[in-house]
């Protein structure tokens, strides 16, 4: 692991690929007008190559070189929120190689809010932008730590910058602008209400009605663990660790409520207390769930969430990563 920024920008010159931190999580990054680097990514990550990648830049000004036809809304969202943890999808300019775009004539754009990231492009250079998925394995948790990196992709990467544990813990939220209403295809780490405030609430939720943009990698099962992950309510929480433990399973109970105190010491019950404010908890989950993973339990079990929006990209996490 380096924090050799200038050797960074020089590997991804030459066609490798280098891991670095963003606000968000880490990205797994490729220069998008290397070829070669492009399928690497693909391969390092045995992630089909129709799902697209998220080209990230580091000015504002460089929007119209990468994207056409941006609305206003998009204008507005970019203004308020760039560098920031938000993912635009946008019609692509010529610029943009459709190998990044999985064939489609779409691109989501992202400005990251991380000295290291946009240090990283500035030495690239301003006529070049990273592709970068999160650097962890197809369907995997994505990774908050350089260690995380590490561990999960190894020597299959030219480098791997080091700028500590990410700040939000959770990828950006994706908004898409083929409906007549920006959409918000993937929560994140903007919350609902943040963006409709800028856009006085004129921006929805998608669901399976209304959704005209494919998004491949958001709808399936994702961002999960290894470990069976089930989620549970507050009020059920202590009796059912109680049935699960008496069936023998070794598991272990994340709560972030005072519900907490009622769960039993147990041989078989380990315990684990997340933060009950949604910023701190997003920013520990996906670190919690690496290492209770690692321990091999027969079953992590969650207590569900607040249901409040600023706890919307948890609980969607959540979903996608249970197994029951
Ligand atoms: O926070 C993040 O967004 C992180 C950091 C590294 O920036 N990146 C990230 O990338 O989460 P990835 O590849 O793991 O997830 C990107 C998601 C995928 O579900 C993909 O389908 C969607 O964005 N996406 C990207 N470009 C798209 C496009 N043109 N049309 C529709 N969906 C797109
Ligand atoms: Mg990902």
Redesign the pocket.
Known sequence: MHNNIAAAAELLRTGGTVAFP?E??Y?LGADISAPSAISKIFEIKQRPTD????V?FADMSQLQHWAKEIPESAWKLAEHFWPG?L?L?LQRSNRIPTTV?GG?D???L?I?NHPIALDLLKKLGTHTAIA???ANRFGRI?PTTAAHVYDELGGTVGMILDGGACEVGL??T?VSFNNDTPTIV?P?GIPPDALADVLNGQIILANKNNLA??????HDSHYAPTTPLEACSSEHITQHSLELAAQGLRIVVITWSNYMKDIPLNENISRFCMSPESHAYGNQLYATLRQFDREKFDRILIETPPSSPNWLAINDRLQRASHL
Not at 51 to 54: E, Q, T, V, Y
């Open positions: 963003t968000t999580v990205g799902h697209p990648l998220i990230h943890p993912t999808i775009t489609q779409t691109v989501g992202r990251p970068a998925p999160s994505s990828e950006s994706i993937r994140g943009v494919r998004t491949p990698g958001t």
